[in-house]
């Protein structure tokens, strides 16, 4: 098929993106080339279905080894293609850790990261004394029995419009420490421990600190009320240790219904057979 070239450009696309970050350096695409991300990874692989290069704009930055299940992704393009060339030709050529879910042609105005409204993450832990092998890299594990249900009431002290400093990583970049939090719950399925979070945006490492202080509460070495403690104290050494990353899922991104996006993919599949 020979391509006619129209203005510049012909349109825009939003994709929604799953990968398993455990081989991966971040989404970021990095200046070393020494290091693999998801960011370049997709590039690399849309450039080719657009026969131009391709640049990417994600709804939220993840860490290494963190994972998606419903990453989204915008991206201009220069020549006219359906939206199911970018699902089935990237797909085709895209490694086994990532995939595109859906793909959906959009506004011009549409922003990945600024027209939406939340996002929503999973913190998913293998509470069991033996280390997991199936689940590798896809779980954290803690080994010492964990009570959700303290969990689950201590994180409903962080809901609202905070100042989140005390769960902040120390490199994060943003200008403003204030964050809303609009839903957090803990439950327990079999062995597995899952905190979902819901804000309008986080902070670097703000869910694997909150995940992190949850736990120690859970293992009843602090009170269900030290969550709120530590937030009030907007001081990062007042917190626990910051949890691993292999659990963690950036699970969907919210966004306005005069978008017309498809509906967010639940996910990681092992919790929904």
Not at 19 to 47: D, I, R
Not at 92 to 99: F, K, N, Q
Not at 189 to 201: F, P, S
Request: proline content about 7%; glycine content about 8%.
């Amino acid at each position: 098929m020979t391509d006619t070239p129209v203005s510049e450009p012909a349109g825009r696309a939003a994709l929604c993106i799953e990968y398993n970050g455990a081989s991966f350096n971040g989404w970021q695409s990095q200046k070393s080339h020494a290091t693999t991300t998801v960011q370049e990874t997709l590039e690399k692989a849309l450039s080719e279905v657009a026969d131009h290069p391709v640049s990417l704009t994600c709804a939220g930055r993840t860490d290494a080894g963190v994972h998606a299940t419903g990453q989204v992704v915008h991206f201009d393009y220069r020549f006219e293609r359906p939206a199911t060339a970018w699902l089935r030709g990237g797909n085709s050529i895209l490694p086994p850790e990532v995939a595109i879910r859906w793909a959906s042609q959009v506004s011009p105005d549409f922003h990945a990261r600024f027209s939406a409204t939340a996002r929503r993450y999973r913190y998913v832990i293998y509470n069991n004394p033996v280390k997991p092998a199936i689940f590798s890299g896809l779980v954290s594990h803690h080994y010492t029995r964990l009570d959700a249900e303290r969990m689950n009431e201590a994180g409903q002290a962080l809901l609202g419009e905070r100042d989140f400093s005390s769960y902040r990583g120390a490199a994060c970049q943003s200008s403003t420490p204030m964050r809303n939090v609009m839903a957090l719950s803990v439950q327990r399925q079999g062995e597995l421990v899952i905190m979902e979070i819901e804000a309008n945006a986080f902070l670097l490492h703000m869910v694997r600190n909150i995940a992190g202080v949850l736990m120690e509460i859970g293992e009843g070495r602090k009170p269900v009320a030290w969550a709120g403690d530590v937030l009030e104290q907007r001081d990062r050494t007042r917190a626990g240790i910051t949890a691993l990353p292999h659990g963690l899922y950036l699970a969907g991104v919210s966004y306005p219904k005069s978008c017309g996006l498809p509906p967010m993919p639940e996910g990681p599949a092992f919790l929904y057979p």
